[in-house]
């Protein structure tokens, strides 16, 4: 069945460093991929998306490329911000419509200044 | 943007009560709703998906007469936990899909269900 693993955390970096959190997949057909922001004691927000092969998502300078060809979605960012300090999501659905999305352990970020 | 209103944010209640999550789609119809339940720390773990009108498919190891799911309109779904117990003490999201678009998904914001 499809599953995402995600890199173990936590992972602690001081501001302005780069950023990398792995994220590889195993699925069947076509699916597509999403990293998922959660703040303590809230709910999920989609930070970006992946629809197909080669297809970069990105947003707040977060960014990560749908590579089939190693199947993996590794979230990037080249500098962080305290506030980027969240448990982060990796995440594909089927290619079916309706289907869950399934998602990865969680990797916590704590970013200090 | 989409918005799935879920309430309430937090709940206590006593052991052997029920308690009912309600996940109201505000600008746009869910046809299929999904369940999760979060323990601390750790992941998402899908618990049942629902489609309007139809009964909810349970994922293994749910127990469906527990956590009973109703999704009688295109805006609206239901959790109740039945007879609670403190185990059942959990974080639960909804999440929704409808007519948002491809590959829309929109996430309510969670409640925090103690079960004392």
């Known amino acids: 069945g499809n599953s995402v693993t995600q890199m173990e955390g936590p992972v602690t970096l001081s501001e302005e460093a780069f950023l990398t959190i792995n994220c590889t997949y195993t699925a069947t057909g076509y699916p597509s991929l999403f990293w998922y922001v959660q703040y303590p004691g809230e709910g999920l927000q989609l930070l970006l998306k992946?629809?197909?092969?080669?297809d970069k998502g990105s947003n707040k300078g977060f960014e990560a490329t749908y590579r089939k060809e190693t199947t993996s979605f590794h979230l990037e960012k080249g500098s962080v911000q305290v506030s980027d300090s969240a448990v982060y999501f990796c995440a594909l659905s089927g290619d079916q419509a309706g289907t869950a999305l399934i998602f990865g352990k969680g990797t916590t970020l704590s970013v200090s200044s | 943007g989409a918005v799935v209103s879920q309430h309430p944010s937090r709940v206590i209640c006593k052991s052997g009560t029920s308690v009912k999550i309600e996940c109201r789609s505000l600008d746009f119809q869910a046809t299929t709703m999904f369940w999760y339940r979060q323990f601390p720390k750790q992941s998402l773990m899908l618990m049942a998906t629902s489609n309007e009108g139809s009964k909810a498919t349970y994922e293994q190891g749910v127990e469906k007469d527990k956590f009973l799911i109703n999704h009688a309109s295109l805006t609206l779904s239901t959790l109740t936990v039945t007879s609670a117990h403190p185990e059942d003490s959990s974080f639960y999201i909804c999440s929704a899909t409808g007519t948002v678009g491809a590959g829309g998904y929109t996430f309510g914001s969670g409640t925090r269900l103690t079960v004392v």
């Open positions: 992946a629809t197909k092969a080669d």
